[in-house]
């Protein structure tokens, strides 16, 4: 037959997607299935007693072509179409004629997109597993049935978690996607929506603040940032480059470094008595220390900054390593991840009762999700801090303490 009209590529997609989503169509049916379409599925005015009569004897003529070719036939009563009945061994001549890839095919071909990446990183294992499961329950995979749409964010993550350098998240569009802004505008919810479910164990939360805040997180620790980070410190020490270049360090002038140039580091020495880290830069700017190095990391952690700590640490043996954060659920991941990815015992620095108390005036209430947060962390070592903040519903940002208390110090 001539080509379809787009209500007869309606009606042949309609019947196509009930074979699809059938037993019959992977020939584990134990009856005989029948498939049809009912005219106002495909023509909603067709059973309505107001439609103009050129139009239906119109569809009624574009249902008996369809008989004629073969692909269908058609149910009647008093002349009128009751519905239109799939010819099941037409499946393949349905698809060429609708110009799509059968069903079969488009499974095998996920498959080996599928299989292509499954060996590639753990994260990558654990996803490719769960959707080689969906292919043997004959269901598409969850990712995405376009198979290049598939190739891309598989691709995606495993340049994402092969990643040892910092660079920007124009530089991995271009990379990956041949497109600067490709990443982030149409494939970046998804690819860190499964890094979320296959590689973080931090919480989301249900608010899409809290979820592109944890996309940028997730995506930080790998060195993939939306602008260059800076790490600033402010103390008494020597920065040391491996080309012979060194800074000298005093807290009256604060330095900030890319953090592109962390892997050229040689050593860092400190004279301070203790090194803390800050979560806000607004404290940071804000405290003064006689004796305490500052290191404010400048956004979510990543492994060069992580191994910049350690080198520290292991250069700068006997110090007390402190960290200063919010007073929230948030404040104490983030304490908890820098203890974890470090290995460094660093000691919470006001982040306490007695602060939540003295300032109780500037607290805000706890949300659902740093409720939620907040259970997790009660078998942690923060457990009265936390039992506090659920039953008083309070919760403190640090900039208030660094506001009113800018000299500082953790002796």
């Known amino acids: 037959m001539n080509s379809l009209t787009s209500e ?5 997609g ?22 049809r379409c009912k005219p106002d599925e495909a023509f909603p005015e067709y059973s309505t007693d107001y439609i103009d009569i050129d139009l ?73 597993a769960d959707q080689l499961k969906r292919l043997d329950a004959n269901k598409d995979n969850s990712v995405s049935a376009d198979i290049g749409e598939l190739d891309k964010i598989l691709g995606c993550i495993a340049f994402i978690e092969d990643n040892k350098t910092e660079i920007l998240e124009r530089e991995l569009s271009i990379e990956v996607f041949f497109d600067s802004k490709l990443f982030e505008n149409r494939y970046k919810t998804k690819v860190c929506g499964l890094l979320m479910k296959y590689e973080s164990a931090g919480t989301a939360g249900d608010s899409e603040t809290n979820k592109k805040l944890l996309a940028d997180m997730l995506l930080s620790e790998h060195g993939i940032v939306r602008n260059p980070t800076y790490i ?124 939540l108390e003295k300032y109780g005036g500037y607290t805000k209430r706890l949300e659902d999700n740093d409720k939620r947060k907040a259970d997790t962390l009660l078998q942690s070592g923060y457990s009265d801090i936390i039992r506090y903040m659920l039953g008083n519903d309070c919760k403190l940002e640090q900039e208030i303490i660094s506001w009113k208390e800018p000299f500082l110090s953790p002796e």
């Open 8 to 12: 007869q590529k309606k009606l042949l």
């Open 14 to 35: 309609i019947l196509l997607t009930k074979y699809e989503n059938s037993k019959t169509c992977f020939g584990e049916s134990k009856i005989g299935q029948h498939f």
């Open 56 to 128: 239906k004897a119109q569809y009624d003529c574009e249902i008996r072509e369809l008989e004629t070719s073969g692909f269908i036939t058609a149910e009647r009563n008093s002349g009128d179409v009751v519905s239109a009945v799939m010819i099941n061994n037409m499946y393949n001549e349905y698809c060429r004629a609708l110009g799509i890839t059968n069903r079969h095919d488009k499974l095998l071909s996920q498959r080996e997109v599928l299989m292509r990446y499954a060996d590639r990183c753990p994260v990558l294992e654990k996803i490719c």
């Open 232 to 355: 600033y410190f402010k103390g008494r020490g020597k920065l040391n480059y491996m080309n012979g270049y060194s800074i000298s360090l005093v807290p009256e002038v604060p330095v900030a470094i890319n953090s592109r140039t962390l892997p050229d580091i040689e050593s860092l020495s400190i004279s301070d008595a203790e090194v803390m880290t800050v979560e806000n830069l607004t404290s940071y700017n804000r405290m003064q220390s006689n004796d305490t190095f500052l290191i404010f990391l400048s956004g979510y952690s990543n492994k060069a900054k992580d191994e910049l700590l350690r080198m520290i640490f292991s250069l700068n043996p006997g110090k007390k390593w402190f960290h200063f954060g919010d007073i929230d659920p948030d404040g104490f991941y983030i304490l908890e991840d820098l203890r974890s990815k470090t290995g460094i015992d660093f000691m919470p620095f006001r982040m306490g009762i007695p602060e």
